[in-house]
């Protein structure tokens, strides 16, 4: 048996599914058939009912994996077969040519200017747009060029240019272009397979009677995301084929079975009106039935917006002057007409990837009728293939939203890690041994700097140089180097490779997406990660200041004068280590419930499951005959124990150290866990005269009596107590089967915490100096992870004193504590109010 | 001079700023302290002997 899993594509469900099943312990080859990772989430714009920005939400996302050294990426590949039995799988995977080879490619980009091909239509932004012949795919990792073989003269003509060589392998100083590259097979032995590949536009005849690919400025849904974001060919401005902006948009979702294509267009309407707030925006749709409550509160907030919603059929467009298009409809029985809309966006049904039915094929699963991946007749869980040990997750399945391909993710790593548990942990890398120097903080700082160009970034419009030269003159700064992209971290150890510096200053990209990264280069180098500071030039400088780069190169001295400053005050720290209780309390019966404890127990993990119902059989949801089955599977399981007729008591501790009463009529019994799901139903109020664990969980209820969780799609089952999760009819109305799914993914949540002996988290949290505490408790409301309480303690006078004391385990380092306090009497590690007040200084000093 | 605060089983404890010159004493320190509903704890530090102790507030009056 294998501890490792297949993930075929890498879209937000697959990426998902990687992360939990390497949290969980097993190791991950993630195929991906295009180019560079992401999917269509990184496509598009903004997700609904969220309203996030979809690039910078799935970003860290990217990052993370791309860098976990138990995450094999294979992009640009192709599953070819699959045999073997569950437990011990060969697959035979294709990995189709670049022309570059990755492993010396570092992203430098001085290839693409002397390619003499240039107008390659960009396949990532549906044509739109135009590159060389060498080019990055996406901006998303893996970040290597690939060379178009359709394109590229050399490949084409075995000649380009003058010289004996072609330019762009002249202008490659690491040797990277391998045009002698052919297709190669590869087998990987895996235990199991998550399929995750994900949904396309299908493109049928219909589009063309609506007028895309016939009229100007009509197109779909996907090629208006690519308009609308901020990486796309117009920088995120809506721009007709014209060139020019687009004031009058309206939509046409072609599919009213799905809300899916609704929620799309809805959202796009109401990213087109953040952007230009003077824009006018029709969706036209045919009785959409929008059931989800958050879904129609988002609804309620655009057209709150602006975004005109209209009920319409016979939609017929017709060309109209000046690239306008004219579009009569039937609403209410009349006929209208919006007359000379800028653009018209059509919203085609979702199908399965183009790829499915080829990978179906290669691996001998059956799909459904409409292409989606399917499962043995009798068998009705939603996530089962036709073939045992391979499961399917995200909208491989159907369309849905990313919320619930989330869900679905974690609960296919949930059945994969069940499958796997005697061999969880075996196929894992173990982590890299740590060398860092001896640095203290007495140690004179001597700082290695590093300047990322980001491509065009920052290096295309920054005066690079003469920032380079700047920040060698600052106190402490020894050597500064620049980077065309710092973050592959070739630069950054080339520079700290027997060198003895002791601080890293890193002027580039947003800390919030890479600074684990540049912490990892950091600690690769020898020093410890917390002697590293990011400065933030792209998002503060050359993003915001685009049109005037003399200031912003001036700006970008301050910030790295600033960022010096800081980082010669910084100490080094240690990770923090907390022990986990390995077991889980599931509260309440319902399907979801029993689905988590079960898929818990039969990974291996010990679980409590409280019912105050006599039986579980009597809770009403699960009187189906598939719960049934889950009930009888879980009552089999010794590490599982069931609590019925049973309260919770007193409920204390934080993730991977909760302790919990459960109350029977037998008396109390203790329990220690690591983590907590609640999958209660509405008629499952929390407080009863044994205690009240909603409140001592700070969990919240919305106005409809569901638990309020973390904000953001790709979290729908976290709440915001860390350890403690939600699923099936704690979160939301659902069937059956989806609030099996549910506990399934809340059981991939909670074993991501349990599986593991201990914790390690960021030493960045909050200190208490006792000398000048004085207990006034302005702290703790501001907190929250709920992690200051308020102590009170005696003196030998008699006289009692109060202080405050911060929970190592869940203080997230916020700093909100630190923003409260009269008293100067709390600060976060790395941000000491000395180290601020040098930042504000270097600014004043300069000026 | 003692540190103020120490980490006990995890907990934080306050010292009661004196230094007790045999376990005795302290004990019964701690005895006192217990009875006013606090937590307690011994520490030895160079031959004398160290009180802390704690008690959790739950009911916050902000001033």
Same mark, same amino acid.
């Given at each position: 048996?294998?501890?490792s ?14 992360s939990?099943?390497v949290n969980?312990?097993? @190791?991950?080859f ?6 560079t990772?992401?999917?269509k989430?990184?496509?598009i714009d ?12 799935i ?9 976990n050294?138990?995450i094999?990426?294979?992009a640009f ?6 045999t073997? #039995? ?20 570092n ?14 239509p960009? #396949?990532?932004n549906?044509?739109?747009g135009?590159?060389?012949?060498i080019?990055?795919?996406s901006?998303f ?14 490949l ?21 272009i ?17 399929i ?6 299908l ?13 100007p400025?009509?197109l779909?849904?996907?090629?208006y995301e690519?308009l609308l974001?901020?990486?796309?060919p117009?920088?995120?401005?809506v @721009?007709?084929?014209d ?13 009213s079975?799905?809300?899916i294509?609704f929620?799309t ?8 009106i #953040?952007?230009?707030?003077n824009?006018?925006?029709?969706v036209?749709h045919?009785?959409t ?5 958050t ?5 309620? @907030?655009a ?23 004219n579009?009569?409809?039937q609403?209410?029985g ?5 007359a ?15 790829s ?8 001998g699963?059956q799909?459904?009728?409409w292409?989606?991946f399917d499962k ?10 036709s ?12 369309p @849905?939203?990313i919320?619930?391909?989330a869900?679905?993710?974690c ?6 890690a069940?499958?796997l ?6 196929a ?7 060398q ?10 001597s700082?290695?700097?590093l ?12 005066d690079?140089?003469a920032?380079?030269e700047y ?6 700064v020894n ?8 973050c ?5 150890r080339?520079m ?13 990209c ?6 684990e990264?540049f ?5 690769g180098?020898?020093?410890n990660?917390?002697l590293?500071?990011i ?7 050359t993003?915001?200041?685009?049109t ?11 910030l790295?004068?600033m960022?010096a ?10 990770d923090?280590?907390i022990?986990?209780?390995?077991a889980?309390?599931?509260i ?8 988590c404890?079960?898929k ?20 009403k949801?699960?009187?189906s005959?598939f719960?049934s089955?889950l009930?009888?599977a ?12 049973? #309260?919770l008591g ?7 150290n909760?302790n ?11 329990v220690?866990?690591?983590s907590?799901?609640i ?6 109020a ?19 009596n569901?638990?309020?969780?973390m904000?953001?799609?790709l ?13 099936g009819?704690?979160?939301m109305e ?12 809340a059981?991939s949540?909670?074993?991501?915490i349990?599986s ?8 960045i ?18 907190c ?14 008699g006289?009692k ?7 190592d385990a869940?203080?997230l ?14 600060y976060?590690q790395?941000f000491?109010?000395?180290?601020i ?11 | ?7 006990i089983?995890?907990k934080k ?11 005795t ?7 006192v302290?217990?009875?006013e509903?606090?937590e307690?704890?011994?520490l ?9 102790t ?10």
């Amino acid at each position: 048996m294998k501890g490792s899993v297949l993930v075929v594509g890498a879209g937000p469900a697959g990426m998902r599914a990687s992360s939990e099943l390497v949290n969980q312990g097993f @190791k991950v080859f993630l195929v991906e058939e295009k180019p560079t990772i992401g999917g269509k989430m990184a496509q598009i714009d903004k997700m609904f009912p969220s309203n996030e920005c979809s690039s910078c939400t799935i970003m860290p996302r990217m990052l993370e994996i791309a860098n976990n050294p138990n995450i094999n990426i294979i992009a640009f590949a192709e599953v070819e077969s699959i045999t073997g #039995e569950p437990g011990d799988f060969k697959v035979k995977v294709l990995k189709k040519p670049r022309y570059v080879d990755p492993m010396r490619c570092n992203a430098c980009t001085d290839c693409f200017p002397v390619c003499p091909v240039g107008g390659v239509p960009m #396949e990532y932004n549906l044509g739109r747009g135009a590159s060389k012949a060498i080019s990055f795919y996406s901006p998303f990792p893996p970040r290597k060029a690939l060379i178009h073989p359709d394109k590229c003269n050399y490949l084409l003509s075995g000649e380009c240019g003058d010289q004996e060589q072609p330019p762009c392998v002249q202008a490659c100083e690491r040797r990277a272009i391998d045009f002698s590259q052919k297709p190669v097979t590869g087998e990987l032995h895996v235990g199991a397979v998550i399929i995750a590949t994900g949904s396309d536009e299908l493109h049928t005849d219909r589009l063309a009677e609506y007028g895309c690919g016939k009229m100007p400025n009509v197109l779909t849904a996907l090629e208006y995301e690519r308009l609308l974001s901020g990486l796309g060919p117009t920088g995120g401005v809506v @721009k007709r084929d014209d060139g020019t902006a687009a004031q009058t948009v309206a939509w046409y979702v072609m599919d009213s079975a799905s809300p899916i294509g609704f929620m799309t267009a809805v959202t796009e309407a109401m990213g087109t009106i #953040e952007k230009n707030s003077n824009a006018s925006v029709w969706v036209l749709h045919e009785n959409t039935n929008i059931s989800r409550e958050t879904y129609s509160d988002f609804i309620q @907030k655009a057209q709150e917006a602006n975004v005109e919603i209209v009920l319409a059929d016979a939609v017929a467009p017709t060309e109209g002057t000046e690239g306008n298009i004219n579009i009569s409809y039937q609403a209410a029985g009349r006929e209208n007409e919006l007359a000379g809309v800028n653009m018209f966006v059509l919203v085609p049904p979702l199908a399965p990837s183009k790829s499915a039915q080829k990978l179906a094929q290669n691996i001998g699963v059956q799909l459904n009728p409409w292409g989606f991946f399917d499962k043995q007749s009798g068998d009705s869980h939603p996530i089962h293939t036709s073939r045992e040990g391979i499961f399917v997750c995200g909208s491989a399945l159907e369309p @849905k939203g990313i919320d619930d391909a989330a869900i679905q993710a974690c609960a296919a790593a949930s059945h994969a890690a069940a499958l796997l548990s005697k061999v969880r942990g075996t196929a894992m890398a173990p982590p890299p041994e740590k060398q860092s120097l001896p640095i203290t903080s007495e140690d004179e700082p001597s700082i290695a700097a590093l300047i990322c160009k980001c491509g065009p970034n920052i290096g295309g419009l920054l005066d690079i140089n003469a920032l380079a030269e700047y920040t060698a003159s600052l106190p402490h700064v020894n050597q500064v180097e620049l980077a065309p992209f710092g973050c592959d971290g070739v630069k950054i150890r080339e520079m700290l490779r027997g060198k003895e510096f002791n601080r890293v200053l890193v002027g580039g990209c947003s800390p919030k997406t890479h600074e684990e990264v540049f912490a990892m280069h950091t600690e690769g180098g020898g020093i410890n990660r917390y002697l590293m500071e990011i400065v933030n030039l792209r998002n503060h400088c050359t993003w915001v200041h685009s049109t005037d780069p003399k200031e912003a190169t001036e700006k970008a001295k301050t910030l790295m004068r600033m960022g010096a400053r800081r980082v010669a005050l910084q100490e080094p720290l240690e990770d923090i280590h907390i022990p986990v209780s390995p077991a889980a309390l599931v509260i309440g019966g319902t399907p979801s419930g029993v689905a988590c404890a079960l898929k818990l127990a039969q990974a291996d993990l010990q679980v409590y499951l409280v019912e105050k119902e006599s039986d579980l059989n009597v809770v009403k949801a699960n009187q189906s005959s598939f719960v049934s089955r889950l009930i009888e599977a879980l009552a089999k399981l010794e590490n599982a124990r069931v609590f019925t007729g049973a #309260e919770l008591g007193a409920v204390q501790g934080f993730m991977g150290n909760f302790n919990a009463e459960i109350v029977t009529s037998a008396g109390k019994e203790e329990v220690d866990i690591g983590s907590i799901v609640i999958a209660t139903d509405l008629n499952m109020a929390a407080p009863s005269d044994n205690g009240d664990y909603e409140a001592q969980l700070f969990l919240q209820r919305s106005t409809n009596n569901f638990f309020v969780g973390m904000l953001g799609n790709l979290n729908p089952l976290d709440f915001n107590t860390a350890g403690v999760f939600k699923c099936g009819p704690a979160r939301m109305e659902m069937g059956v089967l989806d609030a099996i799914m549910d506990g399934e993914g809340a059981a991939s949540r909670v074993a991501g915490i349990i599986s593991k002996t201990e914790m390690v988290k960021s030493p960045i949290i909050s200190v208490v100096v006792d000398e000048k505490c004085d207990g006034c408790a302005y702290c703790i409301e501001p907190c929250p992870a709920h992690a200051v309480a308020l102590i009170e303690y005696m003196q030998h006078d008699g006289t009692k004193k109060k202080t405050v004391e911060v929970n190592d385990a869940v203080c997230l380092g916020c700093g909100n504590c630190m923003a409260t306090c009269p008293k100067d009497a709390v600060y976060i590690q790395n941000f000491k109010p000395e180290q601020i007040m040098e930042m504000v200084h270097s600014v004043s000093e300069e000026a | 001079m003692p540190s103020l605060s120490a980490k006990i089983d995890g907990k934080k404890f306050m010292w009661d700023k004196f230094m007790y010159a045999s376990e005795t004493e302290a004990k019964e320190k701690m005895a006192v302290y217990e009875k006013e509903g606090f937590e307690a704890a011994c520490l030895t530090e160079e031959g004398e002997y160290l009180v802390y102790t704690r008690k959790v507030i739950t009911e916050i009056t902000l001033e």
